[in-house]
């Protein structure tokens, strides 16, 4: 109960502080008779939340970018294209999950592999599991994991790479918790 009463709060707090500053600008910008269009200045508030929200719910290539990074210690290749990609929202500790599968040319896939298997990453048949793989693995369509390397942090992270049978394509998992 205490939770919903707090998201209620949270919910009136990050929508309708915009929007009674929306109001108050429409208001000021009326009453002082400038030229209607200016009206348009208030909603400035309103939009730029909306751009955070849409920018919290849906993650921009460059943050699956930073994530490849991290995953792997190394740039995202010029050569790579994120087909796929979905994550979690953060948790209040900033813990998330987030899949993506990226198609590589076949040097930057030699390369990965050289990375991962010199960068602590271990060999595995299994995987791990989370939403997030699953609708990824939903889109692969009927390719398997020809091999798949995973690595545990001792700072509560897993990080987790399969390559698949087609010889282009990567999916990449980090969760942490």
């Not at 508030?45 to 955070?52: C, D």
């Not at 010029?78 to 994550?87: R, V």
């Not at 798949?148 to 700072?155: C, E, I, L």
Request: no cysteine; glycine share 8%; aromatic share 14%.
């Amino acid at each position: 109960m205490e939770l919903i009463i707090l998201f209620l709060i949270v919910i009136i707090l990050g929508i309708g502080i915009p929007i009674g500053i929306s109001y108050l600008i429409y208001r000021w910008i009326k009453k002082k008779g400038y030229d209607k269009r200016l009206r348009l200045l208030a909603l400035i508030p309103i939009l730029t939340v909306g751009y955070f929200i849409y920018g919290a719910v849906y993650p921009s290539a460059e943050f699956y970018k930073a994530d490849f990074k991290e995953v792997t210690n190394m740039e995202f290749p010029e050569s790579g294209k994120i087909k796929y990609k979905t994550a979690s929202f953060p948790d209040h500790f900033g813990d998330y999950t987030s899949s993506f599968l990226i198609e590589l040319d076949k040097n930057d896939l030699e390369k990965l592999e050289t990375q991962l298997k010199t960068g602590g990453f271990d060999e595995k048949g299994n995987k791990m599991g989370s939403d997030q793989l699953d609708y990824i693995e939903r889109k692969k369509g009927r390719k398997s994991y020809s091999k798949q390397y995973v690595r545990q942090r001792k700072n509560g992270k897993h990080y987790s790479v399969g390559f698949l049978d087609d010889n282009k394509s990567v999916i990449i998992t980090r969760v942490s918790w």
